[in-house]
């Protein structure tokens, strides 16, 4: 039998975001007291911030140490990009480092803040031999490399439910509250059951955990999904959307991979995009397509890739300014208004619900990685380690170029 000297404590720490319209968490203070209630080996201590969407003494009372100074722990969680000055070296840190699609910067010059960011972040990463752990990769090995986490699902019912207020907005003059402000999911659905969307087609795109959520609000809203065979073909009197997955709208021409996303847009009013992209994949149509959609209004990209699928998404929006315009024509930012095309592109969705949507969060990282990252790992922890120990891991090989 071991002697209590034998059991190695290992200290979890949660971080303060360094982003200011950041207010998620990777634990709520009932998860923490989850943990500490079966792991008899972890301490858990919070950097204390006022922003979090949960208070410091919820998480004192839950059993957590309270405290700036994280140099005592083992492992480190985040949920955005962490500020580089706080890095602490040789420690392991759990984020979204959003770096899977940094390659198509590689060899340019760098004029977008968050890629120099990420650059810069990266460098600081080897440089202090930090373990980077990036959740977006903690994935499933078979078929589809399903992600055991992520915030998609709240980023879906955000988005739309923005992209349908927007609509409001634009066409009834009379816009719902902010998510935020009401900072409650069944409060949200009561409300957006009870609106009115007329005749309008909506077109959405991926199959993950954000199509999941977009179709859940969809559905509340009373809004029908149909065949795309029926979408193309029919007119109705009601609203109605329907979902394509990158298996149906990617095709093969002359050994080339092109999207047939334009080909639903001449029937469309409204466009939610709730796909994966990266930059090998094709864009989903080009700047002089766009005449041609002559009833498209408004564009909701929940995936808010910047110069990526969508044309119109030249920049991301924020929480407190989530819209603008593109003129149609010079492809240029104008004043909102149902002039050119409506864009709503904000990329932090989840944190209008930002407890829901860290409850949610934090009950796949107690379920599927807290046992690979402290008991056995079977495989996705090791997977998912962008760098250690001043390397970067075989699969992220290519950031080498991208630091340089």
């Not at 609509?167 to 059951?193: D, G, T, V």
């Not at 999941?212 to 029926?230: F, H, M, P």
């Not at 904000?346 to 619900?353: K, Q, R, Y």
């Not at 807290?370 to 760098?387: E, F, V, Y």
Request: proline share 3%; with cysteine; charged share 25%.
């Amino acid at each position: 039998m071991n002697s209590n000297e034998d059991i190695v404590i290992i200290t979890l720490a949660v971080l303060r975001e360094a982003r200011i319209d950041e207010n998620r968490t990777p634990l709520s203070p009932n998860q923490v007291s989850i943990i500490l209630n079966k792991f008899s080996n972890i301490k858990i201590i919070v950097q204390p911030s006022n922003r979090r969407c949960f208070k410091d003494e919820d998480y004192q009372k839950a059993g957590a140490q309270i405290t700036d100074d994280l140099s005592s722990a083992n492992i480190i969680f985040g949920v955005k990009e962490v500020d580089i000055s706080a890095l602490i070296e040789g420690k392991t840190y759990l984020f979204f480092s959003h770096t899977s699609k940094v390659s198509q910067y590689i060899g340019q010059t760098l004029k977008d803040d968050a890629i120099i960011y990420k650059k810069e972040l990266l460098k600081e990463v080897i440089k202090k031999k930090i373990t980077l752990i990036d959740y977006e990769n903690i994935r499933e090995i078979s078929g589809e490399g399903y992600r055991y986490l992520g915030f998609g699902r709240f980023a879906g019912i955000i988005g739309t439910y923005n992209t349908l207020n927007l609509y409001l907005k634009l066409f009834n003059k009379k816009s719902l509250p902010r998510a935020f402000e009401i900072n409650n999911y069944k409060e949200i659905k009561k409300l957006i059951s009870k609106q009115n969307f007329n005749k309008i087609k909506i077109l959405l795109t991926g199959s993950g955990r954000a199509s999941k959520g977009s179709i859940e609000l969809l559905k509340q809203a009373n809004i029908r999904q149909v065949s795309i065979n029926d979408y193309l073909n029919n007119k109705y009197d009601k609203a109605v959307f329907c979902k394509i997955s990158a298996k149906e709208h990617v095709e093969k021409k002359d050994g080339k991979e092109i999207s047939k996303v334009k080909n639903y847009l001449f029937e469309t009013d409204m466009f939610i995009a709730c796909h994966y992209w990266e930059p090998k994949f094709p864009k989903f149509f080009y700047p002089n397509q766009i005449n041609k959609f002559k009833n498209l209004k408004v564009i909701g990209d929940v995936t808010c890739d910047i110069n990526g699928s969508i044309p119109t998404t030249i920049r991301s929006t924020s929480i407190a300014k989530p819209y603008y315009s593109i003129d149609i024509n010079t492809m240029k930012e104008i004043d909102l208004s149902d002039k050119g095309i409506a864009v709503m592109a904000v990329d932090n969705l989840p944190s209008e619900l930002p407890r829901d949507a860290s409850e949610e969060f934090g009950s796949s990282v107690i379920s599927e990685v807290l046992p690979s990252l402290i008991n056995k790992d079977d495989g996705r922890i090791n997977r998912a380690t962008t760098a250690s120990n001043g390397k970067f891991f075989k699969n992220f090989a290519y950031l080498n170029d991208f630091i340089n």
